[in-house]
């Protein structure tokens, strides 16, 4: 599964947009990415993923550079209680694949 | 979306002693289940795969003969942590695939369990 890169930490003014970037430039052409969160001291809250399109839900919006290398997370409002560690996973789809998390990305918002 | 349930979400215990975690899709079935170890401050570590009716897999430097995994229904999956140690105090959380017949690679996860032992 290919690597991911993402910054340590970043902060958001409540109400505002967070953008949260993820490097995936080994990407292979049938691996997705998926986007988790963790909330302190709760189990992992699935987000979003994507191919190559961008794809939005009641969540988030995922949107991935035309070469794949890169995506970025978008939370259009930010609350208080987006607060928490976002993980960027790359690898393809399956049922029985496994999910191996880096060290994602804790987003701080801001009142 | 799919619902896993873990129990207990917090437990101490004493050391030596054996604690087991349950895990359970709540609405879906899960021929297979992961098992995370999640330290504080740190990522979430995937230790096993629970797989129904076989035995379980485990990832390098997890010792299967501690962490005790079966999964004998398509709704539950156990983690027994064998004669447990301060050093085993940890969250840890499964998850299961959520969707069935469609090939996804969404996982869900269960709400964590902490295990503190004295």
Known sequence: ?111 | GAVVSQHPSRVICKSGTSVKIECRSLDFQATTMFWYRQFPKQSLMLMATSNEGSKATYEQGVEKDKFLINHASLTLSTLTVTSAHPEDSSFYICSAPGTSGRVTGELFFGEGSRLTVL
């Open chain 1, 1 to 111: 599964d290919a690597k991911t890169t993402q910054p340590p930490s970043m902060d958001c003014a409540e109400g505002r947009a967070a953008n949260l970037p993820c490097n995936h430039s080994t990407i292979s052409g049938n691996e997705y990415v998926y986007w988790y969160r963790q909330i302190h001291s709760q189990g992992p809250q699935y987000i979003i993923h994507g191919l190559k399109n961008n794809e939005t839900n009641e969540m988030a919006s995922l949107i991935i550079t035309e070469d794949r290398k890169s995506s970025t997370l978008i939370l259009p409002h930010a609350t208080l209680r987006d607060t928490a560690v976002y993980y960027c996973i790359v690898r393809a789809p399956s049922n029985t694949g496994k999910l191996i998390f880096g060290q994602g990305t804790t987003l701080q918002v801001k009142p």
